[in-house]
């Protein structure tokens, strides 16, 4: 009876009428009070409603019923970014990477998932993370230059020249024609004194893109 009410919602909710598809995941909710999944319903639809305290209130819930539904952990990293547009954003963001390390936990080839990660740690500034995070979207896609490219400038950012210096060489094998790829090597080789190879990669860089200033 519950899984009734729960597919009429959906119906309600597929055709615009959201105050009767509420309805209907509310009487779901009331036979199977334990069902993580209409509470992440629940959530979702009164996200989309404006309704973003009371959506945040029905994730928590769907946590707390079930801490290994990789959905009630996604919904509530979604509600949580969306805080991160308020006064209090990089305790938003921190609260929204840990309930998205939940989601690629229980769900490691969620490519989006890992990508909103990795962004959250760059604008974090936690470096190490972000690096890691790349990494791990690598494993699903490891043709991606843009993906070794911000593995690499974060790599460089926390200080491991030598692992951000391979990074971008492989970025490059990609795009051998990037000179992105070439001047943040040369930014690697300067930071490691390494003058000569700097000045290399910055002049290869130039020969692609006479016009760049920095």
Do not use: C
Not at 29 to 46: C, N, T
Not at 89 to 96: S, T
Not at 150 to 176: D, F, I
């Amino acid at each position: 009876e519950a899984y009734y009410h729960f597919s009429l919602g959906l119906q309600a909710r597929l055709a615009g009428d959201t105050d009767e598809a509420l309805a209907e995941y509310r009487r779901a909710q009331k036979l199977d009070p334990s069902g993580s999944s209409i509470r992440v319903e629940i959530a979702r639809l009164l996200r989309e409603m404006g309704r973003l305290d009371d959506a945040e209130t029905e994730a928590r819930a769907a946590v707390a019923l079930d801490p290994d539904d990789a959905d009630a952990h996604l919904i509530l990293a979604q509600l949580e970014q969306i805080q991160a547009a308020g006064p209090a954003a990089e305790e938003a963001l921190r609260r929204a990477a840990a309930q998205y390390e939940d989601v690629v936990r229980l769900r490691p080839t969620d490519g989006q998932s890992l990508l909103n990660l990795a962004g959250i740690y760059g604008q974090l500034q936690r470096n190490k993370e972000a690096a890691r995070a790349w990494e791990m979207y690598l494993a699903l896609d490891p043709g991606n230059f843009e993906a070794h490219v911000q593995r690499g400038t974060h790599l460089l950012m926390a200080g491991e020249s030598e692992k951000a210096a391979a990074a971008m060489k492989t970025a490059l094998e990609l795009q051998p024609g990037s000179a992105r790829a070439y001047q943040i090597l040369g930014d690697i080789y300067a930071r490691a004194e390494e003058t000569d190879q700097a000045v290399l990669h910055y002049r290869k860089a130039l020969e692609i893109e006479p016009a760049n200033v920095r």
